[in-house]
């Protein structure tokens, strides 16, 4: 039994880490803390956890929290994180990082999020999350910048072709849809139900601050700098992201090729599943798990890869829990079946 | 035409305000104004009213509003319109207040409103905008404090039986849903979508200010002090409400009986709706429209009253509107249609 | 590991049972049936599925289902599981039945359900499933009569204060509002997304055929004959019932004194918690899980108690599970935590 | 005053037809039929029409309905309304078929639609009824085949592009996501609340049938054959389609351009709005008007057009109406407003 905090706690994706936690059989939840009035029990705040997560939620103090942890996962805004990441590493605690701030270069870091970063010395060691790619990586990982929820679908819709070599890099357009979840969780009017039930909206449209994160990744596949297009939308659900993607192909290839490498490339991969020729996937085949269905159409010379999962399971604390298992040499889908 | 003014333009009840007179055959939108950070046309802050409503909406100020309109319309919050209604008066404008501010005796009100009323001297001159009991009283009213959402539904449902001296008056329990525009339009993480999407809640279970403006205007008219149960659920859509009443009958009755008692009551009241016997009303009946659409039906010596409006039509603007027409002999229904 | 299976696997209770069924420890899932075209594999029909119920699901037969399974549940619409039934008693199977086929007495039932029932027979032999009322009946039941979702948070909303004589038996009203799921998964015009979405109403106003099924155990826990006021409501959302039940006192009794009787009632029961006194669950407490929470206010004589559950877990298939866990000596939470 | 009819009043196109004319002041609605089981006053069927359209709603009988009528509109599904149509031309009415079935030459219709075209005859006449396109032919066409609700987002915010030959006319993609009013109003599983609530999908990837309807305009406009990419996704939301398009410009152009050229495209037309630089539409924006709102945004050599209509609206009955309005020399505006 290995003892985990979660900070942030009461953010959607922390609630969300806890949730899985509890149905874990290698941890036990022994921190948990929040911008909060009061300390009170987890419980009080969400009744949803009575009797299944009663400990205290306390306010943040992470020299106290790295006393009584053996790994801490953080769901943070961007901009706090690198504030208290360096607490946990330096009493040599492992951290899974939920915000954007180990997932960039520092320079790359302030043109998109706007701030000089504040522990440049910790963004090389940190591992990007991503286990289908680097699982290896993350095994011996002390730092986890874990994925953001944009970037893991549109990743891996595109992984495979990039490694095969099979598209025209400077072609692909990802248009995004994402729950409402997305945003976080916080007063807000553009958040509010009456502004986004019965409404559609495209927003950031090729100004997210997610898209820095899927060219550099994508780049490193590639082996060469490409730039998408990249288009997300807010759809009124709670969760769930489907990302529509468009790549041109440059060799020639079927709807049944395609599949096929897909499979390939994700062969041995727990969560991601590849529909067979004909059929695609939907929000509603993945929200609650930690999968990411990827369905694919050739038309042409344009290869419709559809890439679906729950944004705050596969794209954050689902994944993020499938990194711990990962590093602490639990079952990969321990706590996600 | 007359000239027309919307202070608390940028509200839902504000907007829907507008929204109705734009197709207003009798009266011009000369000002509006709002509680914003700068001054610029409406449809910038609302693109839907592009092309439709361009003037510039402006920060309050309503002495210089006054000199520019004939009559307004305050959808403001509660306490605010206290201090502002007397500009209007002072003015000799007419007022149509949509707050809670003069619904009430000032001890009342600051009983469940926690505030000492600033405008005491206006109370007594306010008349309560239920045109289809007080219509007379609307025609030459200087001041209208148009009536809560909860209590038009409530009230229209409950009306005839008191009238008919046919129910026990202790034994009226209302049990209203309300969709979230109900909460109004601000930054609050209680009313942000995933926290109303696929979920449903009571709050404020007899405790809601709405409920000392039902016992009052019940009491005025069954002639007697009678104290209701109020419970108040928030429902995941953005409008309407359904208020499922209960009342115990002191006269045989049934279903049959009912629904004439009520058709003969709304006899000429072109906004309410009796559904004939073995029928009952939606919300989708009315949503949009300003019509109370109400459904009977006796069980022994239960009578259920189902009771439907769209709150921002007849539980708010609409009633607003309706309430102008008759002050101002237009037709009833103009721009209601 | 028993052998179980699953009639209906395809209707919104069934498909829960099986996502249940994939997590828990005691039991295999050996067979799955439904009215269906072609035979194929249960992840073929429900992708979400895939790679954890890959098990062919076949059309119905139950003689040669029964040869392989221990316990059977039926997610059958009523009328059909009274022919299915003896097959498997017969057969020495037990069997979990969440149909309304055998809640009721032969002739009760034929008045509310319109057809005269086939298997008297063992209606007297079927234990009324609600394991915190009868958990002792049920350990040694070879036929359950799983309860209907409105029925599950009525009755579980009332039976403490029958129990406790506090209230005046003729004066229980239960206003409930329930998601859509509750009407079953079918074709059918008035289910479809846009006749339900941004829309409320009443339906079956008193004359819901899960009535006769809440005064038949209510009155038995009172000890004598009592006829409720039900009203059922249809919410937008998928899953949830929130039944706001008002009860005339007879004994003095404040909030704090109904929050005691009601935690002592459900002393030791896993699912059931009872709010602390100023404070009133909602669906999102519940959805998802097993629990029904329930809070309480008392105003002047009137005591307000709000039950919630989630209608496909506590409401059908979570309640069976917990039946199953009873009767085949598992812990009683197993595969529900 | 003239005398309109409308077949398929029950249909959510029909309906919304009948919406729109109650408050136009040019038309009076005589005959109104649809397929249903006994004939009763429309507002029976739909009661919020009760005291706004209280005639009859019959049994089909073109014949019959023809001698009542100056004008129909077809709110049928396609198949049928090619059988009916040739009643009204022969009786000399015009017609307004909100159907596909006139929109097609037989051929393409055939591989589209699976079936051979029973009215041949009377497709060439058929004008294709979008306004801001074909004004000219619209005041004197005799039958109209009313737009697609796809292909009026897509190939309003397509044209100006093509007539300015600023695009690659081969690289368009359009990326539609619609509410469900699209599929239309019919029993069936797909469509049902809990099928569509909580989830999002791509459908007919491709391979719907309204892709020849875009290709077969946009190519008239382009000049030369060409062939989109088109990918339509369901959201769970009643009304409106948002389409994201993707183009490929030739010309060296920025936003500011971008919005210049389409600003003059549409000049003078009344219900299509330019978003200024800098800003996008949303559905809020547009639903329950016949607005058409258009955002640009560029991206290196990419041009993202977002364009928004109510699909009942714009995208059916609203536009349907439009053209009765030029077709008869009324407003273009009349009852739209």
Redesign the interface.
């Known amino acids: 039994m290995i003892k985990v905090g979660v900070v942030g706690a009461t953010g959607?994706a922390g609630e969300e880490v806890i949730k899985i936690l509890?149905?874990h059989k290698g941890v036990k939840i022994t921190e948990l803390s929040a911008v909060i009035d009061k300390e009170e029990p987890f419980s009080s705040i969400?009744?949803?956890f009575?009797?299944?997560v009663d400990i205290i939620c306390k306010k943040p103090n992470p020299e106290e929290m790295a006393k009584n942890v053996d790994l801490v996962f953080l769901g943070l805004p961007h901009r706090i994180s690198m504030e208290i990441v360096p607490v946990f590493l330096k009493a040599k605690k492992r951290v899974i990082d939920l915000s954007a701030d180990y997932r960039l270069p520092a320079d790359t870091y302030k043109t998109w999020y706007g701030a000089e970063h504040k522990d440049k010395a910790n963004i090389p060691i940190a591992v990007y999350g991503l286990p289908e790619l680097y699982s290896d990586k993350v095994k011996k990982a002390e730092l986890i910048a874990n994925p953001g929820c944009y970037p893991t679908s549109v990743i891996l819709g595109v992984a495979p072709m990039l490694k095969e070599k099979a598209i025209d890099v400077s072609s692909i357009?990802a248009?995004s849809?994402s729950?409402?979840?997305g945003a976080g969780?916080?007063?807000?009017?553009a958040?509010?139900?009456?502004?986004?039930?019965?409404?559609?909206?495209?927003?950031k449209?090729?100004e997210h601050q997610h898209k820095p994160e899927i060219n550099k990744i994508l780049s490193d596949i590639a082996g060469k700098e490409l730039?998408i297009?990249f288009?997300p939308?807010l759809?009124?659900?709670?969760?769930?992201i489907?990302s529509?993607i468009?790549m041109k192909l440059v060799k020639g290839l079927d709807t049944k090729g395609a599949v096929e490498i897909y499979k390939n490339f994700y062969k041995g991969k727990?969560f991601v599943?590849i529909?067979d020729e004909g059929?695609?996937?939907?929000?509603?085949?993945?929200?609650?798990?930690n999968y990411c269905?990827i369905?694919l159409?050739v038309?042409?010379n344009?290869l419709?890869a559809?890439s679906c999962i729950d944004n705050l399971k596969k794209g954050a604390a689902g994944q993020a829990v499938q990194n711990m298992n990962i590093m602490c040499g639990f079952d990969e889908t321990e706590g996600l079946?």
């Open positions: 959607y509890v149905n969400f009744p949803a009575k009797g299944k357009i248009d849809k729950g409402a979840t969780r916080k007063p807000d009017l958040l509010s139900f009456c502004e986004i039930n019965e409404n559609l909206k495209a927003y449209v090729n730039d297009v288009t939308h759809v009124p659900m709670n969760r769930g489907l529509t468009y727990p599943r529909s059929k695609l996937p939907m929000i509603r085949d993945i929200v609650g798990s269905d369905g159409k038309t042409g344009t419709i559809v079946g």
